[in-house]
């Protein structure tokens, strides 16, 4: 599996010979094996062209591909916009076809409808435009294949005309709202429907320039950001067939998000998410070149050694390749992105083999909020704060990991014929997932519980001395932790049956319980586990992420499971810290990411991996930040129980991989 680093470069940087000559040198000295053009200078410019101008930047750009073809450099074409950016300043000669409406009326002059098939004409011209420039492997799509405005669809007289063919009388943009509004986590049958023709708008226009792109270049790989959004917004449907239809012939590519662009942000980090999403939309129908950006100026800047930290973090997750933003260029940046491709030389052998399987809990993330726009301020996030607080817990996590699942937010309604499945493997569910499935009336699953107020103010938490419950087994405790959350923590009527076991109460300032807030069903068709807190919310996060709710998530999975985690660890000498699990087929050998988000090294650490319970004795090597193997002997305990030596520190926003096998 190649390893390249993709660099997205405006027009300003390579429209000039000497511009070009500056890019091919610090390629050659950074490891960059591919380039992406733009066909814009930023956002400084309306990203919507006449056509005649869009043919005169094809020109620039084609004398750009051959000199950097020359210089032994991939080349793709990147068009900045394709229905619009509302980043982007509107035109001042507005194009004549649709723009696209918001549910209050507001009219997003700088983006336009697909529906309207004058521009869909348009937008395949342009795109043929760039296919058309000899020497290029790819043409990308930017973050602007959706509804970009408040309320994430269209609603202007072409979609309204379009429904009511569909649904056989005519609606006014008012009437319209009143039937797509739901009081419950579940959509109205009209909402179903709007939303499937917001979606087969996409889906209309993604085949219209695939067509274009294609009949002029019939093997071109069209590329596609994000997918993760896309599901998010959309459901993972959407994004499937948008895929589908716009590589029908070659294997795709897209261009998934981390999110967060700060160092401040750097916990809200997910590789996770973007992988969750590229899995649900596509398989392994596509690649991924998932892209660090680093925007300048103040609060919007990478230091140098987390440029490092994630490029690496994304290729344990697999992503061996990376699109590379430049608004760094200086020294540090420079080196950090080419220690960077070293580490992720040396790993790509483990993650890229079929020899290594990859295994973890699988979170199941909300699909479809905007599209469905049902109780949507309730369960709308980035698909982030979800796999943030999880990820901060330490969890293995890998999507269809084999080591149960959490369901978050509405992904009980996307996976509905699934559920019995998930239920038979083991499950967690969140407290919006558990709504969902109320009013689903999915008593198949829940067992006839249900989730009530809390009918009085929780000040302290009473966990049931049960080993499900971890360390927190016996324990009570203040609320305080949770005082950001704690109005909003339900509490659950269950059936007087032998299938339930309570874990947890909530009490009042008198110490009198208020009801069960947490607890497990065991039955025939499998076994679950019912959290009180929303995980698409990062608010209560402080509450959440501590010892205690390690050891009693880690402890809920392994009992709905029934088998042990793959790898676990303590937060006493490893907060924030993340880790990706892969064994090899022969089960004598486990690879390792791990990365250390916090603030502070970790200079001392114990795993416990129950593949080598019966080792005795391993041999540990670890990958240090300049690519440099480092080995040691140790015991394994019992349990697989093994104690890192010292000299295997893991420093502060930085990634080691470990190999650690049998003796």
Not at 20 to 45: D, P, Q, S
Request: one cysteine or more; proline letters at 6%.
């Amino acid at each position: 599996m190649p390893n390249d680093f993709i660099e997205r470069l405006a027009m300003g940087e390579f429209e000039t010979v000497a511009g070009r000559r500056k890019i091919i040198a610090r390629a050659r000295r950074v490891g960059l094996t591919r380039v992406m053009l733009f066909n814009v200078y930023g956002h400084i410019e309306p990203g919507h062209h006449d056509l005649d101008e869009s043919r005169r930047r094809a020109v620039i750009i084609e004398k750009a591909v051959k000199a950097f073809r020359s210089a032994g450099l991939g080349v793709g074409i990147n068009i900045h916009t394709t229905l619009g950016m509302n980043m982007s300043p509107p035109r001042s000669n507005p194009l004549p076809y649709q723009h696209q409406i918001d549910f209050d009326g507001q009219v997003f002059y700088e983006t336009y409808c697909p529906i309207d098939p004058g521009f869909q004409a348009y937008t395949a011209e342009t795109y043929a435009i760039y296919a058309g420039v000899e020497g290029v492997d790819e043409i990308w799509i930017d973050d602007d294949f959706r509804y970009k405005n408040k309320g994430g669809q269209c609603f202007c007289d072409l979609h309204l005309a379009a429904f009511a063919e569909i649904t056989g009388r005519a609606w006014t943009c008012e009437e319209l709202l009143a039937a797509l509004e739901s009081p419950t986590p579940l959509p109205t049958d009209t909402a179903v429907q709007w939303s499937q023709l917001q979606d087969r708008t996409l889906i209309d226009c993604a085949r219209s320039l695939a067509d274009a792109v294609h009949d002029v270049a019939p093997q071109m790989r069209i590329g596609f950001m994000p997918p993760s959004h896309t599901v998010l917004f959309f459901g993972a449907p959407c994004a499937r067939e948008i895929g589908r239809v716009l590589n029908p012939q070659t294997r795709g590519l897209a261009r998934p998000e981390y999110g967060a662009y700060t160092d401040l942000d750097r916990l809200g980090w997910s590789v996770y998410a973007p992988c969750w999403g590229m899995q649900r939309a596509f398989g392994s129908s596509y690649d991924g070149w998932p892209e660090l950006e680093t925007w300048p100026g103040t609060g919007y800047n990478h230091s140098a050694r987390v440029i490092q930290m994630k490029l690496v973090w994304g290729a344990m997750h697999g992503y061996v390749s990376s699109t590379i933003s430049n608004s760094r260029i200086d020294k540090p940046a420079r080196q950090a992105i080419a220690d960077a491709k070293k580490q992720i030389e040396a790993v790509t052998p483990f993650v890229a083999s079929a020899d290594w399987q990859t295994r973890g809990v699988s979170l199941e993330l909300s699909e479809n909020i905007i599209g469905l726009r049902a109780k949507v301020e309730d369960i709308c996030s980035l698909n982030m704060a979800e796999s943030r607080v999880l990820a901060r817990l330490g969890l293995p996590l890998w999507p269809d990991g084999g080591d149960g699942r959490i369901l978050i937010g509405n992904s009980p309604l996307a996976r509905q014929a699934e559920l019995a499945e998930f239920a038979a493997a083991g499950m967690i569910i969140d407290r919006d997932a558990f709504e969902v499935l109320q009013h689903l009336g999915r008593n198949d699953i829940i067992g006839g519980a249900e989730l009530l107020p809390v009918p009085g103010f929780p000040a302290a938490e009473q966990f049931a001395d049960s080993a499900i419950n971890g360390e927190a087994a016996g324990r009570r405790q203040t609320m305080d932790p949770l005082s950001a959350v704690r109005r909003d923590l339900p509490v659950f009527e269950l059936p007087d049956t032998e299938e339930f076991t309570p874990l947890h109460e909530l009490l009042d300032q008198d110490g009198k319980p208020l009801g069960v807030s947490s607890w497990v069903r065991e039955w025939g068709g499998g076994r679950i586990a019912v959290l009180p807190f929303r995980l698409s919310d990062a608010t209560g996060e402080g509450g959440l992420v501590t010892s205690m709710r390690k050891t009693q998530v880690e402890a809920m999975l392994e009992w709905v499971t029934q088998r042990e985690l793959p790898v676990r660890f303590g937060f006493d000498t490893a907060y924030d810290l993340q880790v990706v699990y892969r064994q090899n087929s022969a089960g004598d050998r486990v690879f390792l990411g791990l990365a250390n988000f916090s603030l502070d090294d970790v200079s001392k650490l114990a795993l416990r991996l129950p593949v080598l319970a019966s080792a005795g004795r391993v041999e540990v090597r670890m990958l240090d930040g300049r690519s440099n193997w480092q080995a040691a002997e140790c015991s394994a305990g019992e349990g697989g129980c093994i104690e890192l030596p010292g000299k295997f520190k893991i420093p502060a926003m930085q990634v080691r991989a470990f190999e650690i096998a049998r003796k």
